[in-house]
């Protein structure tokens, strides 16, 4: 099977053979060889030889083809959204919102590259300033499993945008959504090079992010990949590094009247796409009261009514199957331990079938752990800490060493206006879930969640260096000269 795209040909890999599996009912739903070391240096070769003319092409002409990129999505949309759904399990209503969220990204990263990296011309005596923003070059782009089309697009589309070319490495998890994305951008007449595709494991990735000939990597991924990247780039200040990692995202809940409201924003927060949003809640702070006994009541009994299902059920469920039946064995493993360690579970998160990703959902209170371990478990578990003082949640709340998102559910405006100046994290909400991040905003957290690279609306910004001038058309002798200075 012909897996890797360099210059616009499909090749058949020449590294070691992977697939891809259905997590909803283990059924292959993809082959294929990954790309030799060898491919890697052929893509960047590639990238490399059509950047310039790339770059040099009018802006609107670059424009024309993601418009047209975008025409293909909306025409494919359906199939594209089967495709994801059969890869990752998620069910088909998420699917199409992923489809939706690439497909309103090219006119979302237009407007960013125009107000965050177009040209700016000032007037000064006798020349005039200006601001411009050129391309860094060929740029590697590594996406995660979780939105396999979505994030590596929130990468690929401003990249090309501002000039540069690419090379994406997808998630070996999802091998056939890169495809079929690569085969939308042909049909969108993508000139030869511009986005090349390696797929592959672990050496794939490898090759590709050590390999000197590459200006920069985007990458979206584990905290974990991020900062083995980040030890590689060490000692590499010309190459940009843009990281969207994980978190260990604190939701505060306090004095909330409409119990149904938090206990929905906590759902949407803890358990959409199973857990496997960076932005999801992990740590739900719940406070010892009347109020935060009803609260995580109803949250108890919610929890043990979401549908999980697969992901064409004609009753769409809420939570479709994990990635992997790895990922979901990792999370029941991961409740044990903390069973071990002293926390009850309040409702479990069981496998619902061997050999796939099915999980329930669970809520598990680790108020009696002392010292718990400051780790993303990336699915469907939310760990509750009980507080009785709002400053000391808060104060928890930031004892971790990511910061991607927070939020806080309460009624009372001051008690935002606290949190808010007081939380530490990228994404901060009131009364809203913290998941569904606006791809209109900037979008990245502080610490072990990224290195200051915001992506989504700021993505702009990544893409292109600033280039400063002051322009005469012709030179001009000062009618004063510095002191000193003879020009006869
Ligand atoms: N902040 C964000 O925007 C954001 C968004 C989505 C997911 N995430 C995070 O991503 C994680 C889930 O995704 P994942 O498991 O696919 O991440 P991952 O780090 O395992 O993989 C991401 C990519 O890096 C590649 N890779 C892995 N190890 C590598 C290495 N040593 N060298 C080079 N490449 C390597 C993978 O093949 C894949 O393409 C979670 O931690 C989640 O929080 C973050
Ligand atoms: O899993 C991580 C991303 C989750 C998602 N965030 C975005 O889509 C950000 C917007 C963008 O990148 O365009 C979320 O918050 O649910």
Redesign the pocket.
């Known amino acids: 099977m012909n897996t890797q795209l360099i210059n616009n040909q499909w090749h058949a890999g020449q590294g070691p053979a992977f697939n891809s599996v259905n997590p909803s009912n283990g059924e292959v739903v993809w082959q294929g060889n990954g790309a030799s070391p060898e491919q890697v240096s052929s893509a960047i070769e590639a990238a490399r030889a059509a950047q310039i003319q790339w770059a040099d092409m009018p802006i609107e002409q670059r424009i024309t083809i993601l418009e047209n990129f975008v025409a293909q999505l909306k025409e494919h949309s359906e199939e594209f959204a089967s495709i994801i759904a059969r890869e990752t399990g998620k069910p088909l209503w998420e699917t199409r919102t992923e489809v939706g969220a690439m497909t309103g990204k090219v006119a979302i990263a237009i407007r960013a590259y125009n107000e965050r990296t177009g040209t700016t011309e000032n007037p000064m005596p006798g020349a005039k300033a200006f601001i411009r923003h050129k391309p860094h070059g060929v740029v590697a782009i590594?996406?995660?499993?979780?939105?396999p089309g979505h994030?590596p697009n929130g990468h690929i589309v401003p990249a090309i945008l501002a000039g540069n070319t690419v090379v994406f490495?997808?998630?070996?998890l999802t091998p056939h959504v890169a495809q079929f994305t690569l085969e939308l951008w042909l049909k969108a007449g993508l000139p030869a090079g511009v986005i090349n595709l390696v797929q592959g494991e672990?050496e794939t990735?490898?090759a590709l992010?050590s390999h000197q000939d590459i200006d920069g990597l985007f990458?979206?991924?584990?905290?974990?990949?991020g900062h083995?990247?980040h030890k590689q780039f060490a000692g590499h200040p010309g190459k940009i590094l843009a990281l969207?990692?994980?978190?260990n995202n604190p939701l505060v809940v306090k004095d909330v009247a409409d119990v149904s409201a938090a206990v929905h924003d906590i759902i949407q927060s803890g358990f959409i796409t199973s857990g496997q949003r960076?932005t999801c809640a992990r740590r739900l702070f719940i406070e010892k009261s009347a109020n935060g006994d009803a609260i995580l009541e109803k949250l108890i009994s919610a929890t043990k009514n979401i549908l999980v299902d697969d992901s064409f059920a004609d009753d769409q469920p809420f939570m479709g199957a994990m990635i992997s039946e790895k990922a979901a064995l990792g999370m029941v493993a991961a409740q044990a331990d903390l069973v071990k360690q002293g926390a009850e579970v309040l409702v479990e998160l069981k496998q619902l079938k061997p050999g796939t990703g099915f999980v329930s959902p669970g809520i598990i209170d680790v108020t009696k752990i002392d010292e718990i371990a400051d780790e993303?478990h990336?699915g469907p578990l939310i760990k509750v800490y009980r507080y009785t003082d709002f400053d000391s949640a808060i104060a928890e709340a930031n004892n971790t060493s990511f910061g991607?998102s927070a939020g806080l559910l309460a009624d009372s405006e001051d008690d935002y206006s606290h949190f808010l100046k007081r939380i530490r994290a990228g994404i901060v909400n009131w009364n809203r879930p913290i998941t569904g991040a606006s791809s209109a905003a900037p979008?990245g957290?502080i610490g072990a969640?990224?290195n200051h690279r915001a992506?989504a609306y700021y993505a702009a910004d990544y893409c292109a260096y600033p280039v400063a001038s002051v322009e005469s058309e012709k030179v001009n002798l000062p009618q004063t000269l510095a002191p000193g200075l003879i020009i006869e």
């Open positions: 590594f996406g995660p499993y979780n939105f994030l490495k997808p998630s070996e672990l990735g490898k992010a990458f979206t991924g584990s905290s974990n990949t083995l990247l969207e990692m994980g978190g960076c993303e990336f991607l979008f957290g969640s990224g992506s």
